[in-house]
């Protein structure tokens, strides 16, 4: 009766450990939300640049982003998770102020536009430096038999935030204005930092450091597995709203919303399956979901089915990369935990870059169903991989792992 009864006490004190570094991540998230909506809009309309370079000025985050991972891994390894985390809040401010200049100096749509560019690399880089931080630093509190619901919470932070931050971006543009947006990407950044202060530091771990080349080998099978399972992400949040305006079905903002909820929903509650069952056969479920749900959308004949294909791959995509993550950072001494998060991060970073425009390509050619098929065999072959590196796992456990 008293182990039963503390079991939910013991777990709620190590949450409660968890969320307020994981808070950071959420503050990085909004600052990346807030603007991410309105910014193609004001590139496109108030500058007047094309479709093409609006897209591509916003996307340019992405690609500082994938090359600070290295940066991001070897500062939480060495100078400790805090100062990382503290490094990329100020990441985020300095966005914040080049996007207020940039949008103070809109009379001039080159400086403008430039300013712009500036404020998205800087937050690629932040952005970066949170993430990963956040997670180490979690993991220093809880100790390592909680990564994968560190690393669960850290998730639950970015998409809630991103979630939370395009409409709130969306009525701040057109209530207040663009340079409202600037301001609150400032404060937001210096919210974080305050509140970070007082927080104590973990021990930064000494010992064997591996290269940044052999972590991102070691790690190489999981991160092709998230690439292959994030394309079913990718290909939702990019064509679910075109997919359902060709068929002329009303209500696509309503599959986003049953993605996400079903996502959080299902990493609140399952999230101790992979500390109980393993990394492995969790990724094995969780991309037959994913799959299972891909294909009803490409067949579905009508909303309502889309709507639970797109509830299906939310359930499915949730566990996917603490799941995988949790094996990927096993595989490394604890001096290189962070250096092995930021290798396997770079995965999910590459496939949401590729997805959109190979998607693109397989909507043009053969219609927007197809590109939930498309998803769905690049799900069936995470399904095949995880299964392979399952079965080379039970014959030799942890062979290259430290404890």
Known sequence: MSTDSAT???????TMQIIPVVFFTFLCYLTIGIPLAVLPGYVHDDLG???????AAIS???????????????????????????????????????LLLAVLCGRWPVVSLGLLVCSRLVLGFGESLCGTGAILWGIGRVGTSNNARVISWNGIATYGAL???????V?????????????????????????????APVPIVHGERMSYRSVFTRVLP????????????????????????????????????????????????????????????VAIASFSFECAGLLMLWLAPEPHIALAGAALTGFGFA?????????????????????????????????????????????????????????AVASAMAVVLSTMMYLRNSRAPNAPAAT
Do not use: M
């Open 319 to 375: 566990l996917v990369f603490p799941a995988l993550g949790v094996e990927a950072v096993g595989l490394v001494p604890p001096a290189s935990r962070g250096a092995a998060l930021s290798a396997y991060s770079v995965f999910l970073d590459l496939s949401l870059g590729i997805t959109g425009p190979l998607a693109g390509y397989i909507a043009g050619e053969f219609g927007y169903a197809q590109v939930f098929l498309f998803a």
């Open 8 to 14: 939910p006490r013991s777990e709620f004190a190590t």
């Open 49 to 55: 640049y094309s479709a093409i370079l609006a897209g």
């Open 171 to 199: 009525a701040i543009a057109h209530t207040i204005g663009f340079a409202a947006l600037g301001v609150l990407v400032i404060l937001l950044a210096a919210l974080g930092f305050y509140l970070a202060r007082p927080i």
């Open 163 to 169: 979630a939370i931050g395009a409409p709130l971006g």
């Open 60 to 98: 340019v985050q992405y690609l500082a982003t994938l090359a600070s991972r290295p940066l991001a891994g070897r500062s939480a390894d060495t100078l400790g998770p805090k100062r990382t985390v503290t490094i990329g809040l100020l990441g985020c401010g300095a966005s914040g102020i080049l």
């Open 222 to 281: 999981h991160g092709i597995g998230l690439a292959l399972g994030s394309a079913g992400f990718g290909s939702i949040a990019t064509f679910i709203t075109l997919f359902y305006a060709a068929r002329h079905w009303p209500n696509a903002a309503l599959s986003l919303t049953v993605f996400g909820t079903l996502f959080i929903g299902a990493r609140l509650l399952f999230a101790n399956t992979i500390k109980a069952y393993g990394g492995f056969r």
